[in-house]
């Protein structure tokens, strides 16, 4: 069984920070489990601080649906091109987002809704990575980073609206 706050949903993502795992809950129980990578600059919800938020949020977009595994976004709009290992040595400045994006919302106001702490305008999101990023442990910018195949399996089993509960 997964611990959660009480009163809250059965059916949700668990992030763990500390575990850098995410667990899709289902009926109360962990059913399948995903290695990730949050941020380097750990947890936190202030705008610009480069943390990932806590708390509880939701799935507010799904964008990327019938994209190629390893498509490239940009301002959460596919480019057309398919990263490869040539492609991120030609742009190492990039904050690569690949194949899918699940866009997050915080839920908890003056945590992570509205303000500096919002969630949703920090372009917090679950997308996948290039694969070399995920055994490096925490480096993101805030984002929660997936390998793309799991990016891929995670992104149709969830739809919009579901919870996400982002914690240490």
């Known amino acids: 069984m997964i611990s ?9 993502l668990d992030v763990c ?16 489990h995903y290695p990730v990578s949050t941020a380097k600059n750990g947890v936190g919800e202030l705008r610009g601080s480069e943390c990932t938020p806590s708390g509880w949020h939701k ?3 799904k964008i990327g649906v019938g994209q190629p595994l390893n498509s490239v976004f940009v301002g959460r709009r596919a480019t057309g091109e398919i990263y490869s290992v040539e492609l991120g040595s030609q742009y190492p400045e990039r904050d690569w987002i690949l194949s899918r994006i699940l ?8 945590k992570n809704r509205y303000g500096n702490v919002d969630t949703t305008w920090r ?3 679950i997308h996948g990575c290039p694969e070399g990023l995920m055994s490096e442990g925490p480096g993101s910018h805030g984002c929660i980073r997936m ?6 399996d995670l992104f149709n089993q969830v739809e919009v609206g579901l919870k996400v509960y982002i914690h240490e």
Do not use: C
Not at 147 to 152: E, R
């Open 4 to 12: 959660r706050p009480v009163g809250e949903t059965q059916n949700y």
């Open 17 to 32: 920070v500390v575990r850098q795992l995410l667990t899709v809950v289902k009926d109360g129980h962990g059913v399948k």
């Open 59 to 61: 799935i507010r977009a």
């Open 103 to 110: 866009w997050l919302g915080g839920l908890e106001p003056g």
């Open 123 to 125: 372009y917090i999101y």
């Open 147 to 152: 390998s793309n195949v799991d990016m891929l």
